[in-house]
Structures are given as structure tokens and as C-alpha cells.
């Protein structure tokens, strides 16, 4: 690998901004699948088995933890959309009611 050497030069900054850390009022990252009837609004609609593929998830809310947090609720979500048993115990991170 080959490095650069600037000397004395300042870089220009062009922009400065942040990024979006969604923090959560329940104080922790939800992973879960989302329930039919909170998208449509609606009780009477079935929810389909626990083991059926597809549907609507979050991975939300990890806050300044993210990059750290992140690989792992990538690999639970992947394992809730593939109707697979999570890795890990959910429990404490489902959507709030």
C-alpha cells in the first residue's frame, strides 16, 4: 500500500453534518417482526404461522451502539426472515405493545 503525504496542506472541508441515530423511548434496539394487524391496523386479520417466511421486520434503535450492534441484529433479523429460531433471546427487544 502506498500513502500520500500532503505536507503542511489542510484538507477543505466541504460539509459537515451528522448522521440519524435512532434512540428508542423504551431505551433499547427492537428486532422483531411486525404483527399484520399494527401495519393494517386491523385484529381480525390471521397472523400467518411463526415459521412462515416474509412479512415486515426492524432492526431499530441501537442509538450510538449501532456499529457496534449492528453485525449481530443483522444476523438475528436474517434468522427471523428465514423462520429460523433467533440465536439469541429475544425477549426484551420485541416491539412495544
Known sequence: MQFVDF?????????VGRCVRPILTVDRPIIAK?????L????SIAEPSSQSRGGVFV???HGTSGITFGPGGGLV???LILGLQPSVDLSGLGLPL
Open 77 to 79: 433479523l436474517s434468522e
Open 7 to 15: 505536507g503542511d496542506a489542510e484538507p477543505e472541508v466541504l460539509e
Open 59 to 61: 432492526n431499530t434503535g
Open 34 to 38: 411486525v404483527p399484520l394487524r399494527m
Open 40 to 43: 393494517l391496523g386491523q385484529d
